[in-house]
């Protein structure tokens, strides 16, 4: 017998030539940013419980330039990433009937994209009223 080699298939990159491919791995890859903001803020909760010393040291870390750099790196990746969700949630959903007409998938995103702000502005809202 002769010893053959297994046949492996060439991965040349095929999903770069396909925009719908593409837009999905970056919005894949946009979840890590989500995932680093969210260890960003657990850090700090754990800096709250330890103390007042351990909080003023991570507040000072977010001061920093390179913090405020990559706070806004991650503010851009989560906003395409959320814009993304919305655009794929039409697809995801069953058929939403509004008297017997069903939504476009426009008026499903824009009214995700609506109740997502409103909801964003009422904390805010609500943060700067505790805060004053």
């Not at 995801?92 to 009937?97: E, N, S």
Request: proline content about 7%; charged content about 10%; overall charge positive.
């Amino acid at each position: 017998m002769t010893a053959r080699r297994p046949y492996k298939r060439p991965m040349p990159g095929w999903w770069r030539k396909n925009p719908y491919f593409v837009e999905y791995v970056v919005h894949e890859a946009t979840a890590c940013f989500v995932a680093a903001y969210a260890l960003v803020f657990l850090a700090g909760l754990l800096c709250l419980v330890q103390g007042e010393e351990a909080w003023a040291a991570w507040l000072a870390v977010l001061r920093s330039p390179w913090s405020i750099v990559a706070h806004l790196v991650m503010l851009v990746a989560m906003g395409y990433h959320s814009y993304t969700w919305f655009k794929i949630m039409p697809k995801t959903l069953p058929p939403v009937v509004v008297r017997g007409q069903r939504l476009s998938p426009g008026a499903i995103t824009g009214g995700g994209l609506f109740a997502a702000l409103a909801a964003s502005l009422l904390v805010l809202g609500l943060a700067w009223g505790v805060l004053q």
